[in-house]
């Protein structure tokens, strides 16, 4: 596709589901980020992949998130054992080279709402 | 302290007015700076990106940058209503690659 496909689009789920968010990055595309967005905040740093390097999972806010990458191509980030302050907007981003030297693009994000 | 702060606002404009926005950073190291626009419901985009000390500018979009004093401006000249969004400061960390954004400064620019 053209763009950073995020899948699914909403998802309402109950307290106490395991839930998965898809992320397809742009072809070509090396770097993957994880955002988080509660309404009318800023974007909250997840974690980051580049290339075969280790990730960078110093923004996961607990043991119950969880992300991988496969193939260097589409991510997906686990949230186990969901709690009401989960709800927020997850967005993904790639980019085609490291960060400093590229803009990122963002997909429409995936919107949680735990119940 | 916040690893990248902005003023959350909102900012209110009149149309045909300078927009002023700023953001401050705590990593001394950081090199790589963004500016990035999100309109309501809608994911953030790129507008500007500076490296250097000094302005950059970009249409009716300034960016300026001051390492000294840790701090980055986005000016928005001649603003129009569709200026009206968030824009959000972005800030490459020295260590490693991780692009940390500040909260956003809301603008809205009134016709």
């Known amino acids: 596709g053209a763009g950073v496909s995020q899948s699914p689009s909403n998802k309402v789920t109950e307290k106490g589901k395991d839930v998965e968010l898809r992320c397809d990055p742009i072809?070509?595309?090396?770097?993957l980020y994880w955002y988080r967005q509660s309404l009318g905040q800023g974007l909250e740093f997840l974690i980051y992949f580049q290339g075969n390097s280790a990730p960078d999972k110093s923004g996961l806010p607990s043991d119950r998130f969880s992300a991988e990458r496969t193939g260097g191509s589409v991510s997906t980030l686990t949230i186990q054992r969901t709690q009401q302050e989960d709800s927020a907007v997850y967005l993904c981003?790639?980019?085609?080279?490291?960060?400093?030297?590229?803009?990122?693009?963002f997909g429409e994000g995936s919107r949680l709402t735990v119940l | 302290q916040k690893e990248v702060e902005q003023n959350s606002g909102p900012l209110s404009v009149p149309e045909g007015a300078i927009a002023s926005l700023n953001c401050t950073y705590s990593?001394?190291?950081?090199?790589?700076f963004f500016w990035y626009r999100q309109y309501s419901g809608k994911s953030p985009e790129l507008i500007m990106f500076i490296y250097s000390n000094g302005d950059k500018e970009d249409g009716r979009f300034t960016a300026q940058l001051n390492k000294a004093s840790q701090y980055v401006s986005l000016l928005i000249r001649d603003s129009q209503p569709s200026d009206s969004a968030t824009y959000l400061c972005?800030?490459?960390?020295?260590?490693?690659?991780?692009?940390?954004f500040g909260g956003g400064t809301r603008v809205l620019v009134k016709p």
């Open positions: 972005a800030v490459v960390q020295a260590a490693g690659n991780k692009l940390t």
């Open positions: 072809s070509g595309h090396t770097a």
């Open positions: 981003a790639s980019s085609k080279d490291r960060p400093n030297t590229g803009e990122l693009f």
């Open positions: 990593d001394r190291g950081s090199q790589s």
